[in-house]
DNA sequence: CTGAAAGCGCTTACAG
DNA sequence: CTGAAAGCGCTTACAG
């Protein structure tokens, strides 16, 4: 066992309390009487028990992720970088994140677990998980939540989401601009919100520009590389194949690149691409060939704000803060060209 | 706050004592008592707060991961397919997971402040923080701790590696047996062990076939897209570049096709290639054209392994487990073919 | 500036 | 089969 409060205290020859205070930087305590006991504990190797401390102050210094372990696994790289924000501001304000491994189904539990077991004083939360838990009673505990995406059903829990209608908006209207009528989308998997809303933008796009929508040249899955080649191999076989594609991930749109080069058509020459961009590390839009034109939004800087918005909630004790949608800027690369026909 | 055992136990006019044994599943309950105890605590949404439980046991239910918010951002989809198998693990026992962000160089702390905190029962370490925090004593704690890869300076800590020796030499062999004699390789940064065991699996299937080893066909970095595609530009212009590529993982290999389009070179006509493959949902083989010859292991099995390994060693109460090496078997595809001069 | 004591919410010998 | 009581290792009014 490591050293408790009472041995340290006893070979100082203090009391606990004293001790206590001197550790934890009290202003009453006196200034050599300080220093001795930072040295004893130093050299004791002393850490206060978080366990005890948990119990004694009902602070737990974390917070709470829950984590599916079979859902989206192949948007890993995205949760990761996503985690890497939380983690940013977590190592920043000394707090620890507990992970909550949970299978599909699961995720009501083991939020309401977390949420009620004192591990952690605030939960972070993705908006499918949280759809999936609304009805398990988790805000009546007016436990602190804050959820990336915007949440389905219209709950009270503040979240922050980027713009997903005006970010396609924005891509399908630069896509109009040089002369595409027929644009494909390969989307996310319908349900999300962010799927629809992208879908949504590119619509609202196309009725300003006058243009019809076409619903059959638009596919919906989980974002991975399978499904950018499937889907855009599809499209092009519908009877009046688009000239532009939208991907909602750069991953999907390495996948369609693969399809069109099978295909003999160029890009952008023949297609051109806007890809969302989550600036996920492992999937720089300079992987393809040319480099991509982008839809860009950090994932990762999305983490660390939602951190801090949790933070915000625990320090104003459990008050609601205000929900954040993040502006999509469009980058121009060489994946987008004017459209021949 | 939640209920408390003391309200439920008053709630049902019995002690806190056989409300506990009941809640859980002590076999001296009386079993009318036990439902009677079970139902209330489910309708009073009962969950026992785990600072208590771990006071009062000693025991934290959780296995703690120390992550470097800096390093390797780039591997991040190898971090989260780990942090997935160890999270399958976790899941099926019941553990919770523990994530300390930190900053490079304070790793050491981070380790220590986890195992002495109380806060988790068993640390899995990946061997570069292992290595990183061996002068900490942190092995003198008697802390249960199980590191994924082999530790460079043969500390006494169990752990789990694939055979990046026997891999890499196997994949060598099959190109020199399809008549490759300058053979290039893309590997990990030069510090980390599983790198230098490559370079050596790649020595020895060399020296067994009577070739000289070439250094100046070898580069070194993080295993990113970016590494793969500079370095093969920077290998081809070797005054003898090779006809066949080692590459680290999938990501390099894809920057590796990137550079060798460039260059008008064909795989596999001009140039053979076998890539490491960690099986990461995010980069399967198939994302390549063509599809990669790869040696495979998965990082999301070697995860929910070591976890296992972390628990067996909790409940021996510390003693060391016996480590793992797992082989690395090659699956030959598209990529490799016979060598033209 | 310092200390004795209560309390955080559990578990678990010990006694019956 | 059930309960009273001690104890896990801290923090923090309260008193001096």
Redesign the pocket.
């Known amino acids: 066992?490591?050293?408790?409060?009472?041995e340290?205290?006893a070979s100082l020859?203090?009391?606990?309390?004293?001790?206590?205070?001197?550790?934890?930087g009290?202003?009453?305590?006196?200034?050599?009487?300080?220093r001795r006991v930072l040295e004893a504990a130093e050299r004791a190797n002393?850490?206060?028990?978080t366990?005890?401390?948990r119990?004694?102050?009902?602070?737990a210094n974390a917070l709470g992720l829950v984590f599916s372990t079979e859902r989206n696994i192949l948007e890993r790289p995205i949760v990761m970088d996503f985690l890497t924000g939380v983690s940013e501001t977590a190592a920043r304000e000394g707090l620890d994140i507990v992970l909550t491994p949970t299978r599909a189904g699961e995720e009501a539990d083991a939020c309401m677990r977390l949420a009620t077991s004192?591990l952690v004083d605030a939960l972070v939360l993705t908006s499918p998980i949280l759809d999936e838990v609304r009805t398990s009673g988790i805000a009546d505990l007016a436990f602190p939540i804050v959820a990336h995406g915007r949440p389905l059903h219209g709950q009270s829990v503040p979240y922050l989401s980027i713009d997903n209608f005006g970010g396609f908006k924005r891509g399908a209207q630069h896509l109009i601009e040089l002369g595409h009528r027929r644009i494909g989308l390969v989307n996310g998997e319908a349900r999300q919100a962010y799927a629809q809303d992208r879908t949504e933008g590119l619509g609202a796009a196309l009725d300003e520009a006058g243009i019809a929508r076409a619903q059959n040249l638009i596919r919906y899955g989980p974002l991975t590389f399978t499904l950018g080649y499937q889907s855009t191999l599809s499209i092009l076989d519908e009877p009046q194949p688009p000239t532009a594609l939208l991907a909602s991930s750069v991953l999907v749109a390495l996948g369609a690149m693969k399809a069109l080069a099978e295909r003999g058509l160029r890009v952008p020459q023949d297609m051109s691409i806007v890809a969302h961009d989550d600036e996920v590390a492992a999937f720089p839009p300079s992987m393809a060939t040319p480099q991509l034109t982008t839809l860009n939004s950090s994932i990762r800087a999305a983490g660390a704000r939602i951190a801090e918005m949790a933070l915000e909630r625990i320090a104003s004790g459990g008050a609601p803060v205000a929900s954040e949608v993040w502006p999509v800027p469009l980058t121009i690369r060489g994946s987008t060209a004017e459209a021949l026909d």
Chains 1, 2 share one sequence.
């Not at 066992?1 to 009472?6: D, G, I, R």
């Open positions: 066992m490591a050293t408790s409060l009472k340290l205290a020859g203090l009391s606990q309390t004293t001790v206590s205070r001197a550790l934890n009290y202003p009453e305590v006196g200034e050599k009487t300080r002393y850490r206060a028990s366990a005890a401390r119990l004694a102050t009902g602070r004192g």
